[in-house]
């Protein structure tokens, strides 16, 4: 067969493919020859995975964040690919081939809310990744700061229909389970008095680093309250309730204030638009009890209170919520005096640590003299990506509150209000935590896994775009159904 079609092709056109052809095959017969067999290996495994993602996108998302879940907890495997450990290539694998697909599917994904905002974030994060000095480092930044948004619109696009939509809730909540089984088994069997730091014993569960376990529980807990407030099956939502109620057990013993923030807020903002009034009343009563009877809770917020205190906001308050105001302040300052140039559109990527650079030398040991972080998702995207694109990736929250408000309103099924309900609440949530630490943008994890449901929220405001909804954001998702003759807010119209 190849031999007819190579005798049909012009000669000189036969010449340039068996030449060609055979520079290929020398140079991959050397790369298999003289190359490290695990880097071998690692190609052709790149390369069927590759296929297969190109091949069956939406299930290759679902097992991309099922993954993405548990692999985190395999952080102290000591596996080097190419100078990468394992959540850096395959965080760098799974951003290469989601942006090669956002780009195919381009027509498609314009359709998305919020798409040039995104366009005005990635334009301004590629001129920083060039004003950057070290290439590694900009690269690894990259694609933190690329993969979850992408991944979120690609999630809109391919997680069509409401099994789909099931199997991918179902799966990460799934996944999510298995992290929170490794963290109640490390509190069952006593981890929490092998790490004492700032004064309180704490679970680190299945990961190295503290914040990334309270943050995950952040998350998981969040998803729980969602599931145990679903109507339906008793049995399943005092299954989910047991489930939430070892999450939350898991979360307090972090410590970690963001975190406990950030689950408070959530669970009222959710009953609030959920008008679960009784239960709300309730549950605030209780943690208020909960949270006044407990020393250490009161000792572990009572920064809060010194912010309103008497003292120099120069000196004694810049120790106040870990470091975290004297941090603030003064690398604002810092970032002030940089040119304009730098001011308008950062000082490039893994810049922020020059900006906090002053604090590290004058409040930190030498054994802690390394690169120091913001403590402040907002202020970091500032001091590396300028004011533009901070301003475009808050714009991107607010979209996702003004269309999860719009889609509740609109929609006549009581699973997709609430959702809508449960990610407007976690989008709050999560503005918060960025703002209190490095959460939902420097953490690769969690912000695949938010924007992966702010994804399937699009998911299901696409499909009520094609239906047709209901005219004006105050339509009663009890009134008549009437098609809409303009293109929803914030949603480019479909070409063609």
């Not at 314009?110 to 990744?129: D, K, N, Q, S």
């Not at 420097?442 to 405001?461: D, E, K, N, P, S």
């Amino acid at each position: 067969m190849v031999k007819s079609f190579l005798e049909r092709l012009p000669e000189s056109t036969r010449s340039l493919e068996l030449g060609v052809g055979s520079i290929g095959v020398a140079i991959l017969s050397g790369f298999i020859l003289f190359t490290d067999p695990r880097l071998v290996l690692g190609a052709v495994l790149a390369i069927c995975v590759g296929l297969y993602f190109f091949a069956k996108p939406a299930r290759s998302l679902i097992a991309i964040f099922v993954i993405r879940v548990v692999i985190d907890l395999f952080w102290w495997l000591p596996i080097d690919l190419g100078g990468l450990n394992i959540l850096e290539a395959f965080g760098g694998g799974v951003a290469a081939m989601g942006a090669v697909l956002f780009y195919v599917e381009l027509q498609k994904v314009e359709r998305t809310p919020g798409f040039f905002l995104l366009i005005i974030y990635l334009a301004i994060l590629f001129v920083a990744a060039g004003r950057s000095g070290e290439v590694r480092d900009a690269a690894e930044i990259m694609a933190k700061y690329v993969s979850p948004l992408v991944l979120m619109f690609l999630v809109s696009m391919v997680i069509r229909g409401k099994k789909m939509r099931h199997y991918f809730l179902i799966a990460v909540t799934g996944a999510c389970l298995i992290s929170l089984a490794v963290s109640v088994y490390h509190l069952s069997t006593g981890q929490i008095y092998e790490h004492f730091r700032q004064g309180y014993f704490r679970l680190v569960g299945g990961y190295a680093n503290l914040h990334n376990h309270a943050l995950f529980l952040l998350f998981v807990n969040c998803l729980l309250l969602f599931w145990t407030m679903k109507p339906g099956d008793w049995r399943k939502r005092a299954a989910f309730g047991l489930l939430l109620a070892l999450g939350l057990t898991c979360l307090y013993y972090t410590f970690v204030r963001t975190a406990l923030t950030g689950f408070a807020l959530f669970s009222v903002l959710f009953l609030i638009l959920e008008k679960r009034w009784r239960l709300l009343g309730v549950g605030a009563m209780v943690a208020v009890f909960a949270f006044v009877s407990n020393e250490a809770m009161l000792d572990r917020f009572s920064d809060v209170f010194e912010v309103f205190g008497d003292g120099d906001s120069m000196g004694s308050k810049r120790t106040i919520g870990s470091g975290r105001f004297g941090i603030w302040t003064s690398s604002f300052g810092e970032f002030l005096r940089q040119s304009p140039t730098d001011m308008l559109l950062g000082l490039g990527l893994g810049g922020h640590y020059e900006m906090t650079d002053g604090y590290a030398d004058m409040y930190r040991s030498l054994e802690k003299s390394d690169d120091l972080d913001s403590h402040n998702d907002y202020l970091s995207l500032l001091y590396q990506l300028g004011p533009i694109a901070l301003v475009s990736y808050i714009g991107l929250q607010i979209t996702v509150v003004r269309r999860g408000r719009f889609l509740a309103k609109a929609t006549r099924d009581p699973f997709q209000r609430s959702f809508c309900h449960y990610v407007m609440a976690l989008t709050v949530a999560t503005v918060v935590t960025d703002f209190l630490s490095n959460a939902f943008i420097q953490r690769v994890t969690i912000a695949w896994l938010f924007w992966g449901m702010v994804g399937v929220m699009y998911g299901m405001l696409r499909e009520h775009e094609d239906q047709g909804l209901p005219q004006g954001e105050d339509s009663h998702p009890s009134g008549p159904q009437v098609a809409l003759k303009a293109p929803l807010p914030g949603v480019v119209p479909k070409v063609g």
